[in-house]
T-cell receptor
Framework: DTAVSQTPKYLVTQMGNDKSIKCEQNLGHDTMYWYKQDSKKFLKIMFSYNNKELIINETVPNRFSPKSPDKAHLNLHINSLELGDSAVYFC?????????????FGPGTRLTVL | DAKTTQPPSMDCAEGRAANLPCNHSTISGNEYVYWYRQIHSQGPQYIIHGLKNNETNEMASLIITEDRKSSTLILPHATLRDTAVYYCIVRGLAGNMLTFGGGTRLMVKP
């Protein structure tokens, strides 16, 4: 019954590799997000995406790209991984607009770049 | 979105009320106050939100001052499971993305 799921939970890889993190939501939401939480525990938005619009935080390197095969999935592709990409990545989803717009978060993927 | 200021940490005795303050002095008229929490190693979890009236749900109460420049999240009977980082976020209806600050690390002690 998991609302927002992510795979893998842990990912260890070498610098320079390309990797993907998958996210799926079964809530029927139209909007999905990716957040990054660094070692200092600050949570930062990376992307907001629905079937009409991709909003990118301007601080995100273009090595990061979200790809959505359908409304229930938003995968995160990372090219040429760097040491500084090590972090926990959270996927989230919500319905756009309205007064609530509660976001549901996945359990996170801990990425370690060696 | 307006910036928020929260104390970095607080302690609370188990069974007592936990009152977590948040300052948002630059909040504008159409911005809501949201509270999320993050229990260790988990994704953030929505708690409550409000515009200007006080709000209550099964998890917590939200008290917003009349000038809307500050608010308090109240956990009426804190349990050990409430130990988490609590984030106060101010956001307008137009935006979807949440901007998290440093939050308050609440430690509930037996």
């Amino acid at each position: 019954d998991t609302a927002v799921s992510q795979t893998p939970k842990y990912l260890v890889t070498q610098m320079g590799n390309d990797k993907s993190i998958k996210c799926e939501q079964n809530l029927g939401h139209d909007t999905m997000y990716w957040y990054k939480q660094d070692s200092k525990k600050f949570l930062k938005i990376m992307f907001s995406y629905n079937n009409k619009e991709l909003i990118i935080n301007e601080t995100v390197p273009n090595r990061f790209s979200p790809k959505s095969p359908d409304k229930a999935h938003l995968n995160l592709h990372i090219n040429s991984l760097e040491l500084g990409d090590s972090a926990v990545y959270f996927c989230a989803s919500s319905q756009p607009g309205g007064t609530l717009n509660e976001q549901f978060f996945g359990p996170g993927t801990r990425l370690t770049v060696l | 979105d307006a910036k928020t200021t929260q104390p970095p940490s607080m302690d609370c005795a188990e069974g007592r009320a936990a009152n977590l303050p948040c300052n948002h002095s630059t909040i504008s008229g159409n911005e809501y106050v949201y509270w999320y929490r993050q229990i260790h190693s988990q994704g953030p979890q929505y708690i409550i939100h409000g515009l200007k009236n006080n709000e209550t749900n099964e998890m917590a109460s939200l008290i917003i001052t009349e000038d809307r420049k500050s608010s308090t999240l109240i956990l009426p009977h804190a349990t050990l499971r409430d130990t988490a980082v609590y984030y106060c976020i101010v956001r307008g209806l137009a935006g979807n993305m949440l901007t998290f600050g440093g939050g308050t690390r609440l430690m509930v002690k037996p």
